[in-house]
């Protein structure tokens, strides 16, 4: 394209951004990236492989819905740009929140909550396999083990955690 078609382009575009009207879009999700956008395909069969999840490119505090790979978006376009974003969504596959140092992720194998390098399904792991050899010292020596039901109880305990749960 010559530098003549270039700039009529560019100027449609920003006529059409200051007095077009706001167009919303459904469109079929292909597949989600690793940089939080995920690729759609419109009726037409034009495939977009980068449309954002979240509005703001920088790697910071932010929530995100992950749709279900399949399902249908509806994404608009970033006000003076060529980028499109998502709006909402049929199906949820995963939701993500990261603020600060605290992470918090939910999909179909569970929770994940994690604050720096402590998550939770780890610490309740440890919590239980800490009472599981516990001992306590009496007057009368130390306290004898746990009864084979109990070890059993606090078993089915941690894999219930684990299945609720998620590990980092």
């Known amino acids: ?16 951004d200051a007095f077009g009207p706001v167009v919303i879009h459904a469109v079929k999700v292909v597949a989600i990236n690793e940089d939080d956008t995920a690729q759609v395909e419109w009726e037409s069969g034009l495939v977009m492989e980068d449309v954002r999840l979240k509005s703001v490119v920088k790697d910071s505090d932010h929530f995100i819905i992950v749709p279900a790979v399949g399902s249908t978006v509806m994404i608009g376009k970033i006000e003076k740009g060529e980028e499109y974003v998502v709006l ?25 909550l994690q604050k720096g390098s ?15 050899v516990e001992r306590h010292a009496t ?21 219930r955690f684990k299945n609720l749960l998620k590990d980092a």
């Open 88 to 112: 909402a969504v049929e199906a949820i596959q995963t939701v993500k929140s990261l603020t600060g140092q605290t992470r918090f992720v939910q999909d179909s194998g569970g929770f994940l």
């Open 1 to 16: 394209m010559d530098k003549a078609t270039e700039d009529i382009k560019e100027q449609l575009g920003n006529f059409s």
């Open 118 to 132: 402590d998550d939770l399904q780890g610490l309740m792991v440890a919590l239980l396999d800490a009472i599981l």
């Open 139 to 159: 007057n009368y020596g130390p306290t004898i083990e746990l009864t084979p039901e109990s070890k059993q109880r606090y078993e089915e305990l941690k894999d």
